[in-house]
C-alpha cells in the first residue's frame, strides 16, 4: 500500500505523525492496524450545484488554504451499490473529519482527505443538511475527474482513506517551499535581460522549474535559443544581479521557522535537497534555521537533477532511513515525480512553481497552501 500524510503529534512522546498519504501501493509503509479503508462507487451524474458551491467565496478559500485544493469546477458524484461499500463510507463517516465552516444561514460540510482511483488526491464533501443521501459520496479535487480518469456514468472509481505511519525524517526542497525565491529569481533574470530587450515573468520562472527545461528557452526568441554565447551571458548577468535581488525581495516563508522548530522539538530528523547550488541559503541562515538541518544535499552534490531521485535518495543513504520512513516536501511537479520515483511520500506547496491542479494531476500525496499549513493538521495520536 502506497502511503501519504500530513504532520500529527504524538501526545506522549511528541514525536509527530504523517497523517492522509493514500493507501494503496506500498505495503512496506508502517501503518496502524487496520486504519485503512477503501470502497467503490459507481459514477453518477448529479443535479449540477456542486459547481457554484465549489466557487462560493467562503467554500473556494478554505479548499485552498485548508486542504490546498483550488476545486475544479463542480463534484464528481459516486453511488454506493454496495452494502460492503456503503459499511466503509459509514466508518469513515465515523472518524474525525474536517469541518467547513459556513457563514450566515449556509450549512458546514465536513471534509474527509482521500485517494482516488489511487492516483488522485482530493476530498469527499458532505454536507451537514437533513435528508443527505446516505449511498452517495460527492468529490472534490483541483483537477476534472471524469476527464483525468476518463470516467463516465456508470464507470466504477475506488476511493481510499488516509492512512497513519510515523515518519523518522521529513525532507525539504528550498526554493519556493521554505524561501519565496521566485519572486528573487524573476528579478534577477530581468535585470539581467533588459538591456537585452527580453522580459521575465513569474509564469516563465514558474514553468521552467516545472518542467526542468533550460530556463532561458522560455526567454530567448526562439531563433536565439541554440546562441551559447548569449545564453552564457544571461546566466552571468543574473547571477551578478542574484545578491541584490534575494536580500531585496527572498525571504522565510510565514510560520516556517515555528514549523521546523517544532518538528526537531519533537525529535523528528530534517534534511534538506535542493537542486540549487545552496545560492539561496543565506536568508535561511540569517533566520537561524539552517543549523536545524542533520543533512543538506545540494545540486553539487549529485550527478543527476530532479526528477530523477539521486538527490533524495542520497539524502536517505546519509539518514540511514528506507523510503517508507520519510516524506519530500516540495513546490515543483518535478519534486512529485522524484518522490514518487525515490519511493517517499510527496507532500507539495502553493508557495513555488506548482499549482493545486499541475501537483494533483503530476501525483502527488497531499497538497499544503504552504509550510506554514503543517500544524492544522497536528492531532495527538490519543485522539484519532
Known amino acids: 500500500m502506497h502511503s501519504f500524510a500530513c504532520l500529527q503529534a504524538d501526545a506522549n512522546t511528541g514525536r509527530f505523525l504523517l ?125 476534472n475527474l471524469r476527464q483525468h480518469l476518463s470516467v463516465a456514468d456508470g464507470d ?50 514558474r514553468q521552467a522549474l516545472n518542467s526542468n527545461q533550460p530556463f532561458w528557452d522560455f526567454i530567448i526568441p526562439p531563433d536565439r535559443q541554440g546562441d551559447k554565447r548569449l545564453i552564457a551571458e544571461l546566466r552571468a548577468a543574473t547571477m551578478r544581479h542574484w545578491p541584490d535581488a534575494m536580500n531585496e525581495v527572498v525571504d522565510v516563508i510565514p510560520g516556517c521557522g515555528d514549523v521546523l522548530t517544532s518538528l526537531r522539538q519533537a525529535g523528528t530528523r530534517l534534511a ?48 540511514g532511513l528506507e523510503p517508507q520512513e520519510a516524506a519530500y516536501i516540495g513546490d515543483s511537479c518535478i519534486d512529485v515525480t522524484a518522490s514518487r520515483a525515490a519511493g517517499v511520500a510527496a507532500v507539495s506547496v502553493l508557495t513555488g512553481a506548482g499549482d493545486s491542479a499541475s501537483l494533483t494531476a503530476a501525483g502527488t500525496h497531499r497538497i499544503l497552501s504552504s509550510v506554514a499549513r503543517l500544524p492544522d493538521v497536528f492531532v495527538p495520536i490519543s485522539r484519532l
Not at 475506488?158 to 492512512?163: F, P, Q, T
Open 19 to 143: 497523517v492522509g498519504l493514500s493507501t494503496v501501493q506500498n505495503d512496506n509503509v508502517n501503518r496502524l492496524p487496520s486504519s485503512s479503508l477503501s470502497f467503490a462507487g459507481r459514477v453518477a451524474t448529479g443535479v449540477g450545484l456542486g459547481a457554484g458551491f465549489t466557487r462560493l467565496d467562503w467554500a473556494y478559500e478554505q479548499f485552498l488554504q485548508h486542504w490546498g485544493i483550488d476545486p475544479f469546477p463542480g463534484t464528481l458524484n459516486l453511488i454506493l451499490d454496495s452494502e460492503i461499500d456503503r459499511e466503509a463510507w459509514r466508518r469513515l463517516q465515523a472518524r474525525r473529519g474536517q469541518r467547513m465552516a459556513a457563514p450566515n444561514e449556509a450549512c458546514d460540510a465536513i471534509l474527509h482527505s482521500i485517494s482516488i482511483a489511487d492516483t488522485v488526491t482530493g476530498a469527499i464533501v458532505v454536507p451537514e443538511v437533513d435528508g443527505y443521501p446516505t449511498n452517495q459520496v460527492e468529490i472534490v479535487a483541483a483537477i
Open 156 to 205: 466504477v472509481v475506488r476511493l481510499a482513506s488516509y492512512d497513519w505511519y510515523s515518519p523518522q525524517a521529513i525532507i525539504f526542497d528550498v526554493d519556493g517551499t521554505l524561501l519565496n525565491s521566485l519572486d528573487g529569481y524573476q528579478l534577477a533574470a530581468s535585470r539581467a535581460t533588459e538591456a537585452y530587450g527580453y522580459s521575465v515573468s513569474q509564469a516563465d520562472v
Open 272 to 319: 534538506i535537497y535542493t537542486g540549487s547550488n545552496g545560492e539561496s541559503f543565506p536568508p535561511l541562515r540569517k533566520a537561524g534555521l539552517l543549523d536545524l538541518f542533520e543533512i543538506i544535499i545540494t545540486g553539487k552534490d549529485v550527478q543527476a537533477r530532479k526528477p530523477d531521485p539521486e538527490g533524495i535518495q542520497l539524502c536517505l543513504d546519509k539518514l
